[in-house]
């Protein structure tokens, strides 16, 4: 019984002193000026994900979307089907790479290395650029 009145005059005790020894959030002033500075950064990339936005919304509207690409070799679609078209023997061509799609002024670019049969020379190593323009394929 005693240690039920003990904890219940200590918990008043607290409850009595509070405002000596809790510090609340809004009087902290390290906080508020650290909530100013992140404040100010999201707002800051918020106006550079906006402005990057319409630049991507501009650059797809001139060229066009930008192509799918196989996952194991990062070749797109498209130049696979360029391959398939412009090849004397496109079921020898061997895929090896291709680096990431680049905006560029030309549309989407990327270097692809791959192996390709010509005539009986056997399969010589190739390394192109490709430029997609709105779903068409030039080098």
Known sequence: MIKYIFLILIAFILWLT???WMV??????PENAMDQYIEEKNTEMKTLSA??????RKYVEKF??????RYSTGTPVL??????????HPEAVVE???TPLKQTDQ????????????DSAGLNIYQDVY???KGIVSR
């Not at 402005?51 to 991507?56: G, W």
């Not at 130049?79 to 004397?88: A, G, I, L, P, T």
């Not at 549309?107 to 049969?117: E, I, L, P, S």
Request: glycine share 4%; charged share 30%.
């Open 18 to 20: 509070a405002p000596l």
């Open 24 to 29: 609340h959030p809004s009087s902290h002033s």
């Open 51 to 56: 402005k990057e936005a319409e630049a991507m």
């Open 64 to 69: 066009g979307e930008k192509p799918k690409i």
């Open 79 to 88: 130049v696979q089907n360029y391959w398939k078209k412009h090849f004397k």
């Open 96 to 98: 090896l790479r291709c």
């Open 107 to 118: 549309g989407w670019m990327t270097v692809c290395d791959y192996r390709a049969k010509e």
């Open 131 to 133: 430029y997609i323009n």
